[in-house]
């Protein structure tokens, strides 16, 4: 296969251009002292996908930047048919994660005058690294090296930077090749294909995506495209299924070298691609500028962490932020912010959750407090009229809410435990942002005020979990099902219907139905209300609210005198939801680790807290080798690998911990803090990755890989106990 000889001529002449002025700059070093090159590999990405659709949970770890909806992997050593080209890419199908290609874009590398592949797979000498914000692949054969680096330079463009090297003293003439193939794309049924097709265009290659709404599956749309764009025409060849794109030569003299910039672009719409095409000409132009971007903005983003004398938790910090990182999207479709899913690993996560963004924005305010303010509102930008902040918004809006739309991921149905105050404050103490506080203010006032409209049945200012009058089915075991959504602990032993839940309709002053609660008023959503009332003190004393300070003050007195008077068993020493009517502790259903939240908000008294302490820290209840399950081992329907009726989510673990501290318990938050760090699996060890939950008992990882809030968790638990 052959070019015509014009096209030859012309790609020749700009080639050797660009060989001659890059063989003259200096090249970035590996041996400079850039901090991401001290942590290699502290997530392993390496691997090849064998069908296009993965697994419910992604076989392969992902390395994504920037908000990109789309990712990378690196082939691993055994993988030699894959050598010069990065794996994937994985790109989301506005709401499903999908393979294109086992490798869309690999290089290979003729001696021009007998043709002759170099090939690859016989070299010995490969370095196939991930570092921070960086993929790398090198190759030392015996005439040349071949240096291969991807790294994100915009929300929706990886530029992979190709660099040969002439080892010897004389000029070294080659040919090289690019070639890509397209995996068969089916549905879950495998009835129907993705009719995905490639097509040349004047400067690389593009893969079209098809009009696609499978609903538990894809969404596609022929405005979609993902492209492959050299910074000068090529010619490619191309059956619709695979491609490839030849060079006759080039020619580079001795001791230097030959670079080659490609932009690989992910873009969903027109005016998309219309936008990124601006920046990719920019980007082809002016390479260099966007690797020292990237350079610096990981550069910024751990020396904003890595402050601490003791060293042994760094690769743990790291490998948090390369996972918060990697799960960052930017605005698509109905998302109008950048924010941090819970997993580009998981099937069902790529969308955003409320209370999983204000976790995650208190971690990443450390590092990057931009993408900690636009978290937070990307949830609040559907706040609805009466206040409630919804449970989940993704790319498409629910069709059940929303005529002609086409998802069913968007959740209406229920809220999330109130921790936006508290999301917003931390993010104000770390950025000194006070135009950030006025912006939020009355957004929070908004939903704080809204869970006791629709979610407070008796009106004595305690709230339940409840459901939406608009959620689906909602019959009583959908309502129930929806409170226990909405508590965050989705099937904890506390909300077991044969416990006697019931659902309670809530009226307003015109008879008319706005929501729904369950028959018991939960220790941990009131906790949480509390110390919304703080921090809403607290920021409206910033902003010279006084009156609206002083009446946080005296309700928070008010919800603080109720918890610690009807939601604590003196006989068991612990905290509990308790019974609607009665206003007594729910004892019978055991022990949960929402009994450690008024801790946490300083909720209990001082004897109070000393007995809660003496439960978290009992090796027979909640201070398991991994600590803080979800529910004591001394409850009768304690199972340690059951989603939140046994499983360690660090989120928990993390307030139970701060509790401690909060009530002067230092040295056993920070016992407990270590405990946590060090008996996790995977946490302290180099290419394994952050969980969902853990198994209390054994550490071992359960669920989704990848996860970002237990990411931030745990960089808080670093930060604040450990370094």
């Not at 450390?366 to 609805?384: G, V």
């Not at 009768?636 to 909060?662: C, H, I, S, T």
Request: with cysteine; charged share 30%.
């Amino acid at each position: 296969m052959r070019l015509a000889i014009e096209i030859i001529v012309k790609l020749f002449a700009c080639l050797f251009i660009v060989s001659t002025m890059v063989g003259c700059s200096k090249k970035p070093s590996l041996e400079t002292k850039n901090i991401r090159y001290q942590f290699r590999d502290i997530v392993d990405v390496k691997g090849v996908p064998n069908k296009a659709v993965p697994d419910t949970n992604l076989e392969i770890n992902p390395f994504s930047d920037m908000g990109a909806w789309h990712a990378y992997h690196l082939p691993g050593i055994g993988d030699k048919e894959y050598y010069g080209g990065f794996i994937g890419p994985l790109y989301i199908a506005q709401e499903y994660g999908r393979w294109l290609s086992k490798s869309f874009n690999r290089i290979k590398i003729y001696n021009s005058k007998n043709v002759e592949e170099i090939r690859l797979a016989d070299c010995e000498d490969i370095d196939l690294s991930y570092y921070p914000g960086l993929l790398v692949q090198r190759y030392n054969m015996k005439d040349l090296t071949l240096n291969i680096e991807l790294r994100f330079v915009t929300n929706r463009t990886a530029l992979v930077t190709t660099r040969i090297q002439n080892k010897t003293n004389k000029d070294l003439n080659l040919k090289l090749s690019w070639d890509g193939e397209l995996l068969e794309h089916s549905s879950l049924n495998d009835s129907k294909a993705l009719d995905i097709k490639l097509e040349a265009c004047k400067n690389g290659v593009k893969a079209k995506f098809p009009n696609v709404n499978w609903t538990w599956d894809a969404f596609t749309s022929n405005e979609m495209e993902y492209e492959v764009i050299y910074p000068f025409e090529v010619d490619v060849e191309t059956d619709g299924r695979k491609y490839i794109i030849e060079i006759d030569e080039i020619s580079i003299k001795p001791e230097k070298e030959y670079t080659i910039n490609t932009a690989n672009t992910y873009t969903f719409t027109v005016n998309e691609k219309d936008r990124e095409s601006e920046k990719i000409a920019n980007i082809l132009k002016n390479p260099l500028e966007y690797i020292k971007d990237n350079e610096l903005r990981w550069e910024k983003y751990l020396k904003n962490t890595l402050k601490g004398e003791n060293r042994d938790y760094d690769k743990l910090i790291v490998k948090t932020m390369e996972t918060l990182i990697t799960n960052w999207r930017s605005p698509a479709g109905a998302i109008k912010r950048d924010g941090i899913t819970p997993s580009i690993s998981y099937k069902w996560f790529s969308g955003m959750w409320a209370w999983d963004s204000w976790k995650q924005a208190v971690a990443v305010t450390s590092f990057a407090p931009e993408l900690a303010k636009d978290n937070i509102r990307a949830i609040f930008d559907y706040q609805r009229d009466d206040g409630m902040v919804i449970d989940a918004i993704f790319y498409n809006k629910n069709e059940y809410n929303y005529p002609g739309e086409k998802g069913r991921n968007w959740n209406e149905r229920n809220s999330k435990p109130p921790l936006a105050a508290w999301a917003v404050w931390e993010v104000y103490e770390s950025s000194g942002d006070k135009s950030f506080l006025e912006e939020m203010y009355p957004k929070l006032v908004n939903y704080h005020n809204w869970w006791y409209i629709a979610r407070d049945n008796d009106k004595n200012g305690i709230a339940e979990y409840g459901g939406s009058v608009d959620a689906l089915n909602n019959t009583e075991e959908e309502i129930i099902r929806a409170a226990a959504w909405e508590s965050g602990m989705d099937n904890a032993v506390r909300f077991d219907m044969d416990y006697g839940v019931r659902v309670l309709e809530n009226i307003n002053e015109d008879g008319e139905l706005i929501g729904y609660s369950i028959n018991q008023e939960s220790v941990d959503l009131n906790s949480y209300l509390y110390a919304e009332k703080r921090y809403l003190e607290r920021i409206a004393e910033v902003l010279n609210k006084a009156s609206d300070a002083n009446k946080y003050k005296k309700e928070a007195e008010y919800v603080k005198n109720f918890i610690q008077r009807n939601m604590f068993d003196e006989e068991t020493g612990f905290f509990y939801d308790v019974d609607i009517d009665t206003k007594k502790p729910l004892v019978n259903r055991g022990k949960g680790i929402e009994g450690a939240i008024p801790l946490w908000a300083e909720a209990a008294s001082k004897k109070q807290a000393e007995m809660v302490k003496n439960i978290l820290v009992d090796e027979t209840k909640f201070n398991t080798k991994v600590p803080f399950p979800t529910a004591s081992k001394d409850n009768e329907r304690y199972e340690p690998e059951r989603y939140w009726r046994g499983p360690v989510w660090l989120d928990q673990a993390y307030f139970a911990v701060k509790g401690l501290k909060n009530n002067g318990y230092e040295d056993e938050a920070k016992e407990l803090a270590k405990k946590i760090v060090e008996n996790i699996q995977g946490g302290m060890v180099d290419g394994e990755v952050i969980r969902e939950n853990y198994n209390p008992e054994n550490g071992e990882g359960l669920h989704c890989t990848n996860f970002s809030w237990s990411a931030g968790m745990l960089l808080l638990l670093c930060m604040e106990y450990l370094i």
